[in-house]
Every structure is written in structure tokens, then in C-alpha cells.
């Protein structure tokens, strides 16, 4: 029988991970001006499009998915840029590389932390802007679905180029570089997914692809992480 | 034969190993290309639907072919060297990089110019187009990164995992390009691809493919071997092969 202890050099895989998404939560819970940034250029970026582009209801109707989800991919490449940064310059971060529990562990956590704090809000944000793209009912609910599934997926791969690009002094843009190529799937089949809906075709087949991405994501992007982090660590 | 890849491995080997090497696969790459170009453009048969236009593919297959099959070499020295930390391993990504992402974007002008005449336009997004495109983007990060980082061994090991990272997304990619494609405009343009291709069309292809890999050979064993001189200027040999003017002692 294992024991898991609650703190200290032997706590468990569970504890290490709820610990770490304490903190980070309470970190992000202080400063809560740089949660509200992401969700403040996610609207913005959304209502650029019928200015710059028409007002049309039956365009916004055809393009209102795929701009959501555009809008959404970038606000969480906006916010990946600090998911390692201010660990990484107090120091914090040397310490996660040094304790005995996996890195990846404390990735996870990391991840999970970054999603609820910006993943989350733009997803329950993600219906007002659907109903602002003259969606039906039907689209946004497949819309929420799709982020759902879809926005952790964008958290875990990003999570990859944040560790790649952190301490480094051209972060920002390079994170966008490296993690965009690799966000075009979930793009295809996030709006896909609604293009399906609204052409009456069953849904399921891509919702489930969508869960595989999430899946696999969830299992290798950690460990990506974990050994992209150690090699900026050696830096 | 196991001392020989043990030897293989250690730069300063590569560089005295490749050196010989190189004016072969550069001599052989010479015959093949002027063989296979002068086969293939002057006396191949014209095609019976497209005319000479065609006649692109005999550089635009060979290089979409390299421009895979580079990445798939990134990937595999990429995690030779974050497993085994060969140096040399390392080195072959930094320099083969560029000339990857030379090949996709060879690739792409040649489809390109094929294109206008054929489909009566520079661009479709058609699924193999974009997923080359998206290859090209990937190729852009890897040497973005390399360039980012000012310690080679670190750049060279984030390489790795980016490289590594990208191979397991590009099958992922393809397939979720070819499946958006499908979804919004269904085959209304196809690459005219016959799949019974005539002996005398096949025959310079093939020659123009070995003798793009012969290249490929060459010039990553030149800047393989540029890459270990920078690289490991500070070790003795290097400076005695500086010193003797560049001829091995």
C-alpha cells in the first residue's frame, strides 16, 4: 500500500500535482489583471473580423466558428509566453527541475493551471461571441463542445514552446513560430466540427477525433515539456 | 563494422571520412543531374494532355521527395543525439536544416509555375500543397529556434525536441489536411497523376531523384563539415588543420 504523504521530498504523484496547481491558481488568483488580458483580446481579435472583413449576417454566419477558434488559438499563444517565465527568472523553476518528483508531473499541473486560468474563461466566454456572430443555437453548442476538447489540446502543445523559448530574449514571437504549425489540426477539426453540424452530418466522428488529439496530447506533450524544460535549464 | 559507425560518430572522423566521400556523391550527383535533366527535358515524350508543361516534375518530384525526407532525417539525428549525445548528430541537424527548407520551398515555386499553366493559377489549397506549405512553417521554427539560442549545445538539443515533436505531428497534419480538403471542395482539382507512368517519362524521374539525393549527400557533407570546424575550432586538430593550410597532415 502506498501512503501519500501531503508535502515534502516524498509526496505522492497526486499531491505533487494538486500542489503545484495550488500555487500556480493562487499565483494567478493575485494577479488578476493578467487573467483578464488574454480574455480582452480574444474579443477584440473577434469583433475586428466584421469590421475589417463585413457585417454580413450570412458571412459572420458562414466564418463566426472559424473565427472564434482563430481568435481563440491566438489569445492562448498570447498567454503561453508567461506559463514558465516568471518561474524561470525567480528561480523557482531550477527548484522544479531539482525535486525528486517528475518534472512532467509538475508540467501537468502547470498545464492544467494554465488552461483553467485562460482556456476556461474563453470558453465560457466563447457562446456571447457566438451569439455575436449570429450562430445558431445548434453551432454554439457544438462550438463549446469543440473548445472544450479542443483548448487543452492548445495548452498542452504550447506548454512545448514555452519551455523551448523560455529565457530567451525573442520569446514571444518565436513561441508563435514553433507552436503555430503544430495548432493547425485542432483548428481543421475544431471547425470542422461546426461546419459538419450546420451541413447536418454527425458530429461524433470529429468530436472523437478531437478526444484523440486531446488524449495523446495529454500523454506526450508532458514529457516533451519536461525534457524541453531541463535543456533550457542547462542554458 | 561497429568501430567503423563508433568512428563514424566522432566529428573529427566525420570530417576526414566525408572529405573523401564528398567528390564522389558530388561527381555522381554531376552525372546523374545533367543525365537525367537533359533525358528528361529534351527527350522524354511530351505529354499527351499537358504538352512540355510537364516536364517541371522532373525537379519538382525529386525535391518534394528530399524536402520529407530531411525532416525525417532532422528527426532521427535529433533524437540520436539527445539519446546517445553524439555531437555529430547534433551538428548534421543544424546544417541540413536550410537546405530542407530550400528543398520544400523548391518544391512548392515548382508546383507553383506547373501550376499556372495547368490549373490557370499560382496557388490552390489543395490538401498536398498546404501540408507542404505547413512543412515549410515547421522547417521555419527549427531554424528560428537554432537561431535563437546562442549556446550550440542547447540549440542543438532544442532543435531535437522540436524536430522530434514536429515528426509526430506531421502525419497528424496531413491527415487532418486531407480530410479539410475533402470537406470543402471535393477533388474538383487533382494533381493529373497517372498512375501507369510510361518507361520513358520514369526512367530520367528516377535518375533525377537518385541524383537529388546524390546532392543532398554533398552538400550536407560540405556544411557538416563546415559545422565541425566552427564547432570544435578550439581543439588541436582543428587548429593543425588550419595551420597546414587546410590539407590533412
Not at chain 1, 517565465?85 to 493551471?113: H, N
Request: proline share 5%.
Amino acid at each position: 500500500m502506498t501512503v501519500i504523504k501531503k508535502s515534502g521530498p516524498d509526496a505522492g504523484m497526486i499531491a505533487t500535482l494538486i500542489a503545484v496547481l495550488k500555487r500556480d491558481l493562487t499565483i494567478a488568483y493575485r494577479r488578476k489583471q493578467d487573467l483578464a488580458n488574454p480574455l480582452v483580446f480574444f474579443i477584440i481579435a473577434v469583433s475586428l473580423f466584421p469590421l475589417g472583413v463585413s457585417p454580413d449576417k450570412s458571412f459572420l454566419q458562414e466564418a463566426g466558428a472559424g473565427v472564434v477558434w482563430v481568435a481563440a488559438l491566438l489569445a492562448t499563444l498570447l498567454s503561453l509566453d508567461g506559463l514558465f517565465k516568471s518561474d524561470f527568472d525567480d528561480g523557482s523553476l531550477e527548484q522544479y527541475v531539482l525535486c525528486p518528483q517528475p518534472l512532467f508531473l509538475v508540467v501537468l499541473g502547470k498545464v492544467i493551471a494554465h488552461w483553467l486560468v485562460t482556456g476556461l474563461p474563453l470558453l465560457l466566454l466563447s457562446p456571447v461571441l457566438g451569439v455575436m456572430m449570429f450562430l445558431s443555437g445548434e453551432q454554439i453548442k457544438v462550438l463549446f463542445v469543440t473548445l472544450l476538447l479542443g483548448t487543452p489540446v492548445l495548452s498542452l502543445l504550447g506548454a512545448i514552446g514555452a519551455a523551448l523559448t523560455v529565457g530567451l530574449r525573442s520569446g514571444g514571437v518565436l513561441i508563435s513560430l514553433l507552436i503555430l504549425p503544430l495548432y493547425i489540426p485542432v483548428l481543421i477539426f475544431g471547425t470542422g466540427t461546426v461546419n459538419a453540424a450546420v451541413s447536418g452530418v454527425s458530429t461524433l466522428g470529429f468530436l472523437s477525433i478531437l478526444g484523440a488529439m486531446l488524449a495523446l496530447a495529454l500523454a506526450l506533450s508532458p514529457i516533451a515539456t519536461a525534457a524541453a524544460l531541463r535543456i533550457s535549464m542547462s542554458n | 563494422m561497429w568501430s567503423f559507425f563508433h568512428k563514424l560518430g566522432s566529428p573529427r572522423w566525420f570530417y576526414d571520412i566525408g572529405g573523401k566521400w564528398l567528390p564522389w556523391f558530388a561527381l555522381a550527383a554531376g552525372i546523374l543531374l545533367v543525365t537525367g535533366a537533359v533525358w528528361g527535358l529534351l527527350y522524354a515524350p511530351a505529354d499527351y494532355l499537358q504538352g512540355n508543361s510537364y516536364r517541371i516534375i522532373f525537379v519538382h518530384v525529386p525535391a518534394a521527395f528530399l524536402a520529407q525526407s530531411i525532416f525525417m532525417m532532422m528527426a532521427v539525428s535529433g533524437a540520436v543525439g539527445l539519446i546517445w549525445k553524439m555531437k555529430l548528430a547534433d551538428m548534421f541537424l543544424k546544417a541540413v536544416a536550410p537546405v530542407g527548407a530550400s528543398f520544400t520551398f523548391l518544391a512548392l515555386f515548382t508546383g507553383a509555375v506547373w501550376g499556372k499553366p495547368t490549373w490557370g493559377t499560382w496557388w490552390v489549397w489543395d490538401a498536398r500543397l498546404t501540408s507542404m506549405l505547413i512543412l515549410l512553417f515547421l522547417y521555419f521554427g527549427v531554424m528560428a529556434l537554432q537561431a535563437a539560442i546562442e549556446d550550440a549545445n542547447v540549440a542543438a538539443k532544442a532543435c531535437a525536441v522540436l524536430a522530434l515533436v514536429g515528426l509526430v505531428n506531421i502525419p497528424i497534419i496531413k491527415y487532418s489536411v486531407d480530410w479539410w480538403n475533402t470537406l470543402h471542395q471535393p477533388a474538383s482539382l487533382k494533381l493529373t497523376e497517372k498512375p501507369t507512368m510510361h518507361p520513358d517519362m520514369l526512367i530520367p524521374l528516377l535518375i533525377m531523384i537518385v541524383g537529388f539525393y546524390c546532392f543532398f549527400a554533398a552538400i550536407s557533407i560540405m556544411r557538416t563539415r563546415n559545422e565541425i570546424l566552427e564547432r570544435e575550432k578550439r581543439t588541436a586538430w582543428v587548429k593543425a588543420l588550419v595551420q597546414t593550410g587546410g590539407r590533412n597532415a
